[in-house]
């Protein structure tokens, strides 16, 4: 059977946030491949590994929602989602801080940008459901108390991410892409949490428990909420853009 | 059928092969996120098992975590006695792996990509324990802390985006001099 | 006459590929080429992306599973 050596020459999709168009190239990929060819590798056509993981998933999924319950197959399902989505737009969380500082680049801020600004849209909208009809607002979970315990976490964080190579999602994904690197780091973050539960009672002690949860419909209303959420994203979405044309400007 | 077929099929390579916009991601992954609060009553988070999971190896080892404050909450207790397959977000987590690894095997691109060398090996150590110490006591990842935190309209979700960017400043330089070439 | 240079960064974690494209790209006269060698998914997407923002031509074969070849002429 023979195996077509598939040639990506890939076009750089069309983004919002990218600037140039591609122009097509004057050289020939078919005068380079030729000559390099000698040194390929033979190409596997992955997709029937692919297929045997899919029918895995469908598998387990179908398995979770009859033996555990339907809500653990719908975490196993959009845990999936999340994966694949990561992994075919190579959605990173640290490049998006990291890059601005290394090498200029705001496209993949202004993607999580972007993605605050759905989300919270969506999430606003099911919050105000739940607030208008008397029920518990789901999502509370995630308004947690703000003290020096947050700003310390998220620094340590910060700084971890990037020496890692990867966040905690971009971890996950990398792991299912293969990385070695990868596998250690997730190790060795386990680790780092199972620590910081065993100090939590003097975190909580000193810092959290004097934090407090605020929670922006609290402060501005529903609709000021989500206003002035959106105005402070759309902010940075301007000045995420400003940098990157500033930056590029600094180095051509 | 022949899979030679299916995998040049312009629908396939689309779907699967072509790389999709990081405008894309974003959307798809709040459509999800979305879905999640809806069907969930919370929002995705990555971290929140980890400590569990520290917990589980370490009671498999003779170890006791009974006097931790931590696990002395409610919740505490509860994720202690789930199992992986019981615990909902470890099977989420499961799930991110899968289905990166089903993506990259749909797309051809598996590869097992060996750590280099040491300097990696001293950043994926450091950094997955700043990682994970940071995201304990600040309730939270990039994902259950900034995004999710964020979108549930909590100011905490911001305090944690304006500080992990800073971190990711430090972080930057001392990646620069430290590890790399 | 156009040079080809070739920076092989297999292995390598983020955005250690970046850095090395931005680095060496300098020390490149226009009209020379720079092959990276990548495996890294991120790079793929990111080295290209900078250097069409730099007004370079890029082309991206694939040359294994999870490998490829980004193939830069400097333009600029």
Same mark, same amino acid.
């Given at each position: ?13 069309? #983004? ?28 596997? #056509? ?10 895995? =998933? ?17 975490? !196993? ?65 995630? =308004? =947690? ?36 690197? %990868? ?11 199972? !620590? ?21 419909? #609290?402060?501005?209303? !529903?609709?000021?909420?989500?206003? =002035? ?18 930056? %590029?400007?600094?180095?051509? | @059928? $022949?899979?030679?077929?299916? &995998? ?6 689309? +779907? ?16 999800? /996120? ?18 569990? +999971?520290?917990?589980?190896?370490? /009671?498999?080892? *003779? ?17 202690? /006695? ?25 797309? &051809?691109?598996?590869?097992? $990509? $060996? ?12 950094? *997955?324990?700043? @990682? ?16 999710? *935190? ?6 905490? *979700? ?5 500080? @992990? ?11 620069? $001099?430290?590890? @790399?070439? | ?76």
């Amino acid at each position: 059977m023979s195996e077509e050596a598939v040639k990506v020459v890939t076009e750089e999709p069309s #983004d919002a946030s990218s600037r140039t168009e591609a122009k097509p190239s004057s050289r020939r990929s078919s005068r380079r491949s030729s000559r390099r060819s000698a040194e390929r590798k033979p190409k596997k #056509d992955q997709t029937i590994y692919g297929l045997g993981i899919l029918a895995i =998933v469908i598998a387990v999924g179908i398995y979770l929602a009859a033996a555990v319950s339907a809500v653990m197959g719908i975490f !196993w399902v959009t845990g999936i989602a999340f994966g694949f989505i990561l992994r075919r737009t190579n959605f990173c969380f640290t490049a998006s801080m990291r890059d601005p500082i290394m090498t200029g680049s705001t496209s993949l801020t202004r993607a999580v940008l972007i993605a605050l600004a759905i989300t919270s849209i969506g999430f606003a909208a099911v919050q105000y459901g739940a607030f208008a009809t008397g029920q518990a607002i789901p999502g509370m979970a995630s =308004v =947690v108390p703000v003290s020096f315990a947050t700003a310390a976490g998220a620094f340590l964080f910060g700084i971890g991410m990037v020496l890692a190579g990867g966040c905690a999602s971009g971890t996950l994904m990398r792991i299912g892409e293969g990385y070695g690197m %990868q596998l250690l780091s997730i190790v060795f973050f386990v680790l780092g949490s199972f !620590w910081a539960a065993r100090d939590m009672g003097w975190w909580t002690l000193n810092f959290i428990s004097n934090g407090p949860r605020i929670h922006l419909p #609290d402060v501005f209303g !529903w609709g000021g909420a989500i206003f =002035v959420q959106l105005l402070i994203i759309g902010l940075l979405y301007i000045a995420a853009d400003k940098w990157e044309n500033r930056k %590029q400007e600094q180095e051509s | @059928m $022949k899979l030679s077929s299916i &995998s040049s099929n312009k629908h396939f390579q689309a +779907w699967f092969k072509s790389p999709w916009t990081y405008v894309t991601g974003a959307i798809l992954l709040s459509i999800f /996120q979305i879905v999640t609060i809806g069907s969930t009553g919370g929002s995705w988070g990555v971290t929140g098992p980890f400590a569990t +999971w520290g917990a589980w190896v370490y /009671q498999a080892f *003779g170890g006791s975590v009974d006097h931790w404050y931590f696990f002395s909450t409610e919740s505490g207790q509860a994720s202690l /006695q789930r199992t992986f397959f019981t615990d909902p977000a470890s099977v989420r987590n499961l799930g991110v792996i899968i289905g990166a690894l089903l993506a990259t095997l749909l797309a &051809s691109q598996f590869k097992f $990509k $060996k750590i280099k060398n040491l300097r990696q090996v001293g950043a994926a150590i450091i950094g *997955g324990l700043l @990682m994970g110490y940071g995201a304990r006591i600040a309730f939270g990842c990039n994902i259950g802390a900034l995004y999710s *935190g964020i979108s549930a309209l909590s100011v905490s *979700g911001w305090v944690f985006a304006l500080f @992990m960017f800073a971190g990711a400043f430090v972080g930057s330089k001392l990646l620069v $001099k430290y590890f @790399m070439a | 006459m156009m040079a080809e240079y070739e920076l092989d960064c297999l292995g390598e974690a983020c955005p250690v590929p970046l850095v090395k494209t931005e680095n060496k790209l300098k020390e490149l006269a226009v009209g020379d080429t720079l092959i990276v060698i990548v495996d890294h998914s991120c790079a793929l997407k990111n080295v290209p992306e900078w250097a069409r923002k730099q007004n370079h031509e890029v082309e991206v074969e694939e040359i294994g599973d999870g490998e490829y070849e980004i193939f830069i002429d400097k333009s600029a």
